[in-house]
């Protein structure tokens, strides 16, 4: 597609419930990221996918995080026995990984999930 | 450890006039560096950026000067628009990894 697409984009769920959310990147775009915004806060990181490398999971707030991208090409994020501190709209990104001055590092942003654990 | 910073959480701008946007960094291994700019429900949308081997990038209104000796990024919004409101976020990575870290934002108001 022609931009970032995720789903859904709202998700209230309740507390203990486990949660998947779906990233679906530019076609072509070798690297993918996902961050989520709380209420207030800024754009943190939770995991980043570059071609076949092993993804970097640093930050993953806990083991009830996880992510895959299957085919090098949908990601989905599941939360397991989601907590209301989850509650958030997560954002996925992608990007194509070139020259360090190519310009083509430049994130582009889906329209995000929100969640709602009640 | 909050690697990205922006100070200031909102500023008010008359239209017409100069906005400033500024950004921190700690990690001395960040040579690339992004600015977005975000609407409420939307995400965020790439404005401009700036590697280590410049100290100015300009696109239109919008001018990212970059000072490595202060780990200091800053956008300049000139002139403001009513339309310019949102909230803008810094980014940084190096460019061994582009793991791209986000400061917490800062929330732009033009008047008009």
């Known amino acids: 597609g022609a931009g970032v697409s995720q789903s859904p984009s709202n998700k209230v769920t309740e507390k203990g419930k486990d949660v998947e959310l779906r990233c679906d990147p530019i076609?072509?775009?070798?690297?993918l990221y996902w961050y989520r915004q709380s209420l207030g806060q800024g754009l943190e990181f939770l995991i980043y996918?570059?071609?076949?490398?092993?993804?970097?999971k640093s930050g993953l707030p806990s083991d009830r995080f996880s992510a895959e991208r299957t085919g090098g090409s949908v990601s989905t994020l599941t939360i397991q026995r989601t907590q209301q501190e989850d509650s958030a709209v997560y954002l996925c990104?992608?990007?194509?990984?070139?020259?360090?001055?190519?310009?083509?590092?430049?994130?582009?942003f889906g329209a995000g999930s929100r969640l709602t654990v009640l | 450890d909050q690697q990205v910073k922006q100070n200031s959480p909102s500023l008010s701008v008359q239209e017409g006039r100069i906005s400033i946007l500024n950004c921190d960094y700690t990690?001395?291994?960040?040579?690339?560096f992004l600015w977005y700019k975000k609407y409420p429900a939307e995400g965020p949308t790439f404005l401009i950026s700036?590697?280590?081997?410049?100290d100015k990038n300009e696109d239109g209104r919008f001018t990212v000067f970059l000072n490595k000796s202060a780990k200091h990024l800053s956008l300049h919004i000139v002139p403001s628009q009513p339309g310019d409101s949102a909230v803008y976020f810094c980014?940084?990575?190096?460019?061994?990894?582009?793991?791209?870290?986000f400061g917490t934002g800062t929330r732009l108001k033009v008047l008009a």
């Open positions: 990104a992608s990007s194509t990984r070139q020259g360090r001055d190519s310009g083509a590092n430049v994130l582009t």
């Open positions: 076609s072509g775009h070798t690297a």
């Open positions: 996918f570059q071609g076949n490398s092993a993804p970097d």
């Open positions: 990690n001395s291994m960040f040579d690339y």
């Open positions: 700036i590697s280590s081997i410049k």
């Open positions: 980014a940084a990575s190096d460019s061994g990894t582009y793991k791209y870290i």
